[in-house]
């Protein structure tokens, strides 16, 4: 059950991190009110859903972990723009194999993202003040840390709630 949730969890990410890319579709496919109205729903969805997560779990945050090492990795970012040059590509949303090829490329990034547990590189999270943070624990744990606050990023203990494995929020 809680694997199937992380599951979820990773696939709301995933969504929400494409949201500038769906907004960009939108705008180039104004005239295709079923695509807009899909991606309209879609964006307000995976939004939601992943404020609400990340601020449940940082309402629910119980556990504690020693830091021993911290980097700033809000970077990361940059390298998902690359994604954001396929609206540019002539994409035609009336002809079926483009529309196949987008779905089974976004199929692959997904798997990928999710599969590797990369799902924390989302824009949005940045673009609504969080920062991602790589930290290595006392038991030498490489991790990813989801917080507003800017304490967090020093060495000491800090109060976190995992999201998956390898993503915590604090």
Do not use: H
Not at 18 to 35: C, E, G, R
Not at 106 to 124: C, E, Q, R, T, W
């Amino acid at each position: 059950m809680i694997n199937l949730l992380r599951n979820q969890i990773k696939t709301i990410l995933f969504l929400s991190s494409y949201t500038f890319l769906f907004v960009i579709f939108i705008l180039k496919n104004l005239s295709n009110p079923y695509l807009v109205y899909t991606l309209i729903a879609i964006i307000l969805l995976s939004n939601v859903i992943l404020f609400i997560s990340i601020k449940r779990c940082k309402a629910l945050a119980d556990e504690f972990i020693k830091i021993k090492s911290v980097e700033n990795i809000n970077s990361v970012n940059s390298a998902y723009l690359v994604t954001y040059i396929i609206p540019f590509l002539a994409i035609d949303f009336t002809n079926i194999a483009d529309i196949s090829s987008l779905v089974l490329l976004f199929a692959v990034l997904a798997f990928l993202y999710i599969k590797s547990d990369m799902i924390y590189v989302n824009p949005i999270l940045n673009f609504i003040g969080y920062n991602l943070i790589e930290i290595r624990t006392d038991k030498d744990d490489k991790l990813i840390l989801i917080t507003t606050e800017k304490s967090k990023t020093q060495l000491g203990k800090i109060k976190f709630r995992r999201l998956t494995d390898s993503i915590l929020v604090g």
